[in-house]
């Protein structure tokens, strides 16, 4: 057996997604040594409710592992440490005996806007917020609960109401990356940057992140069913034996907290100092950075978070979906399973076909327009009635025009973010780094870098940046690794400048885009008056 030593040891770092997890072996150096994707299902009920099964979460992070261990990588032994990043905004409702009661509502769900609403109201009323309590929430955590229902308070006010018996018989509420941990540990705790969108934590001073009292009396919810909090490279504990030995993994693993998804991808990215910024594109997208500072922009529903680095504060300004539109365009107008197209299967080299069918448009005669609200917005409009559309199409249009639209338009959207995130930092965000199975397409790389007038840096492994974050807070974690080391463990695959020829063309097509929704936005809240279904 090979002897474990500081330079053979090994992260094992679980990045689950909506989709199913990915779980990876990172070096204490941010290298991947081998990964694995398994799938989950996603569950979507009537009146915007999405969830998912917490045992189909576990069941395949376990699948994953095994397949990972028996890929003869590294020994059981060389795995030091397990570290999550997971998705956001989930609630799993915990009973004393340790099962989930019901299945995770996750963060597309919007079922508990009207109780947001109902929490939020008052005199005088600002943007449907009552003003004296929208200063008071924003004083204390950096934002307020969100009109669109997907944060995790809504998801906990709306069980309150409908399923009060699952609320009564709560031990915790947990976040999908908490549930893992418990899972691992059987302790349950948050970490400062996985609790934030519960919106019940005093967050002026980074440093001493704590419940408010006066959130929780305003809410009307317990504080003895949330968990206690600690930083995201804080050790929760060594693995539980029985699911050390489940798992297949040694039984002197440790857990280390670990962040969601967007924190972790932060710093997988490389992006860790101050005002460096980095844009993922996976299934939705974001485009952040740190600040060493706590700041609000109602306008552009932007706030300063606590993050994953301890004292530091991140941007959080993402939008719905970006990924995901390329998938509805597959499985519902490419290639549905429908009588007209049941014979017809996805080519093993359908993104490949995508890209060449995309670039055969010249960007300046692509005067099409798609919007990619598939599922409302977060940012910069905060809107969960908005809804995505192709427009300017003629008889001349084709099948090329349409997907690249949806391409454009995505990038519309990030620049929409970046907008509001050059207004919030008063800097100019240049040398992006771009993560994400998005940043997998140079086609999609270079059209961000012209529709944003950027440089954009094409981080190599870019879908692993989620995983290799992981690794990085298993690695200070362990004091294995500093923070100041991470950016020069990062590779850049390739560097897209903007290219000039395209820039008015680009600067009139978004200021049209803008326009969509400008003029369209009491339509859609006239013709999707509730939740998105």
Not at 383 to 404: E, M, P
Not at 499 to 509: A, F, W
């Amino acid at each position: 057996m090979q002897k474990v030593t500081k330079s053979n040891q090994y992260t094992l770092a679980v990045d689950l997604g909506t989709s199913g997890p990915k779980v990876a072996l990172i070096s204490m150096k941010g290298d991947i040594v081998t990964s694995v994707v398994e799938s989950t299902d996603l569950i979507l009920k009537p009146g915007g409710g999405a969830e998912q099964d917490p045992d189909n979460w576990w069941s395949a992070i376990k699948k994953g592992i095994h397949r990972i261990l028996a890929s003869g990588s590294v020994n059981k032994n060389q795995i030091v440490a397990v570290c999550c990043a997971t998705q956001w905004s989930g609630t799993v409702p915990i009973g004393q005996n340790g099962q989930h009661l019901m299945n995770a509502i996750i963060w597309m769900d919007s079922r508990g806007a009207p109780y947001v609403r109902q929490l939020t109201a008052g005199w005088p009323e600002l943007k449907g917020y009552g003003l004296w309590k929208a200063l008071n929430w924003i004083y204390l955590t950096g934002g307020i609960p969100t009109h669109s229902g997907k944060d995790s308070i809504a998801h906990i006010l709306y069980i309150n109401h409908h399923h009060p018996d699952i609320y009564e018989k709560t031990y915790k509420f947990l976040e999908p990356k908490d549930y893992i941990n418990f899972r691992l540990t059987g302790r349950f705790a948050a970490s400062y940057d996985s609790i934030t969108l519960h919106w019940l934590t005093d967050n002026r001073n980074i440093h001493n992140i704590s419940y408010s009292k006066r959130l929780f009396d305003w809410t009307g919810l317990d504080k003895e069913k949330f968990p206690d909090l600690k930083q995201s490279i804080d050790i929760l504990g060594p693995i539980l034996p029985e699911i050390a030995d489940e798992l297949g993994l040694s039984r002197e693993t440790q857990i280390v907290m670990g962040s969601p998804d967007m924190q972790a991808a932060a710093v997988g990215s490389g992006a860790v100092s101050d005002f460096k910024p980095h844009l993922y594109v996976g299934t939705s997208s974001w485009l952040t950075c740190h600040v060493p500072y706590k700041k609000t922009d109602i306008v552009h529903n932007m706030a300063s978070l606590p993050s994953s680095i301890p004292g530091k504060y991140f941007i959080a300004a993402e939008q719905e979906t970006a990924g995901a539109c390329i998938n509805f365009l597959k499985d519902h107008l490419l290639f549905p399973d429908d009588a007209f197209n049941n014979q017809q299967c996805v080519p093993d080299n359908f993104y490949e076909l995508l890209t060449q069918t995309a670039q055969s448009i010249d960007p300046l005669d692509q005067h099409v327009i798609f919007t990619p609200w598939l599922y409302g917005e977060r940012t910069p409009f905060d809107d969960h009635q908005l809804r995505a559309g192709f427009y300017n199409i003629s008889l001349h249009t084709k099948r090329s025009h349409l997907i690249r639209a949806i391409l454009e338009g995505v990038a519309f959207n990030a620049r929409s973010l970046l907008d509001g995130i050059e207004s919030f930092t008063k800097k100019i965000m240049d040398n992006i780094h771009m993560i994400g199975g998005g940043a997998m397409s140079d086609l999609w790389c270079q059209i961000h870098a012209n529709i944003l007038n950027r440089t954009i840096k094409q981080v190599k492994d870019p879908v692993q940046a989620n995983a290799r974050g992981a690794g990085f807070l298993g690695a200070v974690a362990l004091k294995e690794l500093d923070w100041n080391d991470i950016a020069d463990c990062i590779h850049i695959q390739r560097i897209f400048t903007p290219e000039s020829m395209y820039r008015n063309h680009y600067d009139q097509m978004f200021k049209e885009f803008i326009n969509i929704y400008t003029n369209n936005r009491k339509m859609y809240h006239r013709l999707n008056p509730s939740e998105p279904q």
